[in-house]
Each structure stands twice: as structure tokens, then as C-alpha cells.
């Protein structure tokens, strides 16, 4: 003979458990007159073939057709009230389920006009918190008939809804300020990320309580590794490429140009070619120069070489294809140091 539940409860709650079922695989038989015991910082769902009958909140309830009405409609009354019956009770933690964390596995991109390539990479981190606020609802669209629903259970879902609503807030909020200003904006972008992701927060029972960013800042990605990730064309990718060569060669003017990993791809993917191209008009030594002659920039391209030589870029190919200049070949293109450069011109 099956067993009728005369008490239903669940005193022991996980830190990280949202959702309970009773009994965790089956169903329960009860019976009119049975008790449900649902402690403060729970509800419990009342569910039976599949429909949500009621929602019970904090206290000791007794079932009867008075607090689960609609359980009178789907028994009917053909064997009096105290009829045993199958049924499943879904406890639902009400509360707030803090420190939470988010993060950005890949950069997301901004506009960043003025500066550079007009474009940079941003990568945070911080921490989010959320309660459920339609028991119901949640334990209907989202939990199912599983015997117990846990944080990580849901949690790529949220994040993945946090980091839509911060890349949409992000880009909105790049057309109006400079990445250096919009940095400096972590509580302003986080109070916008909770209020955007409210309604896809309700549409599955829960509420978004806080949305906090502990830090953003330009990505550490290499051009290499964003070329793999698919977010560089090749001609941003080369323009990276040559601009990372420069920035090293003039940091290590007796080592020539290479290429390093950390380009600094976030404020420093708009500026670091500009800056490069930059310094190629300043005086090498100090001080200007007051005969007119050409300033040898640290890097050079064969066309900029030809142009301190005074001859054609194709003399200029010629010496590099003949070995006669050293040069080194990123991509398709050539670039040439100072010291190179000089040496070739001291035969």
C-alpha cells in the first residue's frame, strides 16, 4: 500500500538551491487534511498532473478545498475529501541569491571615432544578484520536473542576458562620450545594464536585484588571437601588425622590429597606430633639425626609404630582394629599421 504523506516540508535548503521538488522523483500521495509546512524565506508550488494548482506562502497549511480550490475541480468529490491523490509540492527559495559573478570571455567592441582605427575593445568583470519573484511562473517555464534546480542551473542563461544588455549600453553609450570617459562610467552602465535586463528577467519569474562592474578596461588580446576569434579583417589585422612592429622597434631600437602579444587592443587598438605613425616625425637624439635633412624615422616602409634615398620604391625592392637591405616581411609588406637603413648606407 502507498505511503500518504501526512506533513510536507523541506527544512534543509542549499546555499545554492533554488528550487526543491517533493518528492524529488514520483509523486506524493496525500489527501485532504494533510499539511504543508512552508518555512519564512519560502513558497511552495502545489502541482498535480502536470497543473499549477496554488502558490503557498510562509506557515503551516492544511490542504483543503479552501486554500487549493482548484484541486476540487480536477478530483471532484466522487470519494469525499478525504480521498488520497497524487501530487508534487515545488519549494521555492525566495531569497536574494548574491554575488553572483559575470565576465566578458570575449571583447566587446565600441565605436571610439577620432582616434586611431575608430574602433576599440573593452573586457570587464564584476558581480550580479537576482531573486526569484513569480514562483510559479519559474517553477512552470524554467524548472520543469526536475528534482532540484540550482544557480548554476540558470546562471549562463543570466549572464548571457547581462552581457547583451551591457554590449547594447556599451555601443549606445560610446556615440556620446570617448572610451577613456565611458571607462570612467561603471556605476552609470550598471545601473543601466539592471534596468534594461528587467523584463527579461520577469518573463522568466525572477527579478534582477543589483548589477555591479568592478572593472572595464581595453582588452590584452593580441591581434593574433582576435584574428582567430574571427573579429579583424585582414587589412585591420596587417595595419595592427605593422603598428605593434613599430611600437616595439622604437621601445628596442638594437633589436629591430617584432611582434609582441599584447598589442593592447581596447583603448590602444585606436590609438597604437596613430601614435607610431606619429613618432615617426620626431627628431631622433632631441632637438630639430635646422639643415633640412630627412629624419630617419626607427621603421620605415620601402616607399618612405626610397623617399630618404631619393630613388624609386622599386630600387628600393630590389636592394631587400637582393639582400642588400635588411628588411622584415610582416604579411605581404615590408618594413625597414633605421639601423638597417644605415647600414646599408655605409655599403
Request: charged fraction near 20%; proline fraction near 4%.
Amino acid at each position: 500500500m502507498a505511503r500518504i504523506f501526512d506533513v510536507v516540508e523541506y527544512p534543509s535548503e542549499m546555499a545554492d538551491e533554488i528550487v526543491h521538488r517533493f518528492p524529488e522523483t514520483g509523486v506524493a500521495d496525500l489527501r485532504f487534511g494533510s499539511q504543508v509546512i512552508v518555512r519564512e524565506a519560502q513558497r511552495a508550488v502545489f502541482f498535480r498532473d502536470g497543473h499549477a494548482l496554488d502558490v503557498l506562502g510562509p506557515g503551516r497549511h492544511t490542504i483543503s478545498t479552501a486554500n487549493v480550490p482548484l484541486l476540487t475541480d480536477l478530483l471532484g468529490r466522487a470519494f469525499g475529501d478525504r480521498t488520497p491523490f497524487t501530487a508534487e509540492v515545488y519549494f521555492v527559495s525566495m531569497r536574494e541569491f548574491a554575488d553572483r559573478k559575470w565576465g566578458t570571455p570575449q571583447p566587446i567592441f565600441v565605436r571610439n571615432p577620432g582616434m586611431g582605427l575608430g574602433l576599440a575593445l573593452l573586457q570587464g568583470f564584476g558581480t550580479y544578484s537576482f531573486q526569484v519573484r513569480d514562483p510559479q511562473q519559474f517553477v512552470t517555464q524554467i524548472v520543469g520536473a526536475q528534482g532540484m534546480y540550482r544557480t548554476a542551473d540558470i546562471e549562463n542563461r543570466l549572464r548571457t542576458m547581462l552581457l547583451s544588455k551591457l554590449q547594447d549600453l556599451l555601443g549606445e553609450t560610446a556615440a556620446k562620450v570617448d572610451v577613456t570617459a565611458l571607462i570612467g562610467l561603471t556605476e552609470e552602465l550598471g545601473a543601466g545594464v539592471r534596468a534594461k535586463a528587467q523584463d527579461d528577467f520577469a518573463a522568466i519569474g525572477l527579478t534582477l536585484k543589483s548589477f555591479y562592474i568592478a572593472n572595464l578596461k581595453p582588452s590584452e588580446k593580441s591581434a593574433e588571437e582576435l584574428r582567430a576569434m574571427g573579429v579583424l579583417d585582414m587589412d585591420t589585422y596587417t595595419r595592427l601588425q605593422a603598428a605593434d612592429a613599430m611600437r616595439d622597434a622604437a621601445q628596442n631600437p638594437s633589436g629591430g622590429a617584432g611582434l609582441t602579444a599584447g598589442i593592447g587592443a581596447g583603448m590602444g587598438i585606436g590609438n597604437v597606430l596613430s601614435q607610431s605613425l606619429q613618432s615617426q616625425g620626431q627628431p631622433q637624439g632631441g632637438g630639430g633639425s635646422s639643415t633640412g635633412a630627412p629624419v630617419i624615422p626607427a621603421v620605415m616602409t620601402p616607399s618612405e626609404a626610397a623617399a630618404i634615398l631619393k630613388v624609386s620604391e622599386e630600387d628600393v625592392l630590389a636592394a631587400i630582394n637582393a639582400g642588400d637591405l635588411k628588411a622584415r616581411k610582416i604579411g605581404s609588406a615590408f618594413r625597414i629599421s633605421k639601423e638597417a637603413l644605415e647600414e646599408f648606407l655605409k655599403g
